[in-house]
């Protein structure tokens, strides 16, 4: 039973398309990320979201938007896809308290390539 | 600006050897450390974590330390196996879901 699923797990598509990729966890926790691992296999977080914030790395473009159906779902929606937005992207999980977090289990990536 | 820094970047070993992996922090303010391992293909896994008041932690061959003092963490891989290639990932969290700070890896690779 899988904790973190996320489709597709490979996304092929042209330049200037907007696409989607879904992420689930059933793990009950209530923060969940997404994470872009490039060519280099540097792994740098993008978004963390909870019920009660979004937190967003300014790198990150605006054409990239997390949306949160309900606790057990972050996915990932992309305008106007670009050759560089092509990288491996995590989904994640964890649970957050009060000055502490615990482990982030990932979902298997997605991998999207920009032609 | 927090920091967490690897070391090395990749690393090439024969199967049975030993090895260690470097990770140097800067956050502030520090309650734990991860290691993460990261095979080809799939997501990171946790492999341990240690705390602030923790100095070793063994996990089967994979031995962790911390000294919280020069803010240092190493994980030693005992009698490596093919298995063991993969990726291996230092990471800080904060004291907010959003605010971990990633080290960039250290490729580890496992010849027969």
């Known amino acids: 039973d899988t904790a973190v699923s996320q489709t597709p797990k490979y996304l092929v598509t042209q330049m200037g398309n907007d696409k989607s990729i879904k992420c689930e966890q059933n793990?009950?926790?209530?923060?969940m990320y997404w994470y872009k691992q490039d060519s280099k296999k540097f792994l740098k977080i993008m978004f963390s979201?909870?019920?009660?914030?979004?937190?967003i790395n300014e790198t990150v473009p605006n054409r990239f938007s997390p949306k949160s159906p309900d606790k057990a779902h972050l996915n990932l929606h992309i305008n106007s896809l670009e050759l560089g937005d092509s990288a491996v992207y995590f989904c994640?999980?964890?649970?957050?308290?009060?000055?502490?977090?615990?482990?982030?289990?990932f979902g298997q990536g997605t991998r999207l390539t920009v032609v | 600006k927090n920091q967490v820094e690897q070391s090395p970047q990749s690393l090439i070993i024969l199967e049975g050897k030993n090895c260690t992996l470097q990770?140097?922090?800067?956050?502030?303010?520090?309650?734990?450390l991860r290691w993460y391992k990261q095979d080809t293909g799939r997501g990171p896994v946790s492999l341990t974590i240690?705390?602030?008041?923790?100095n070793t932690k063994s996990n089967g061959r994979y031995t962790a330390t911390l000294d919280a003092d020069t803010k240092q963490s190493s994980l030693h891989i005992t009698a490596s196996q093919l298995s063991d290639s993969a990726s291996y990932i230092c990471?800080?969290?904060?004291?907010?879901?959003?605010?971990?700070?990633f080290g960039d890896g250290t490729t580890l690779t496992v010849k027969p």
């Open positions: 994640a999980s964890s649970q957050e308290g009060a000055g502490w977090v615990t482990e982030a289990f």
């Open positions: 793990l009950g926790h209530d923060t």
């Open positions: 979201y909870n019920n009660k914030e979004l937190i």
């Open positions: 990770c140097n922090y800067t956050v502030s303010p520090f309650s734990n």
């Open positions: 240690m705390t602030f008041s923790e």
């Open positions: 990471v800080v969290p904060g004291t907010n879901a959003g605010k971990s700070t």
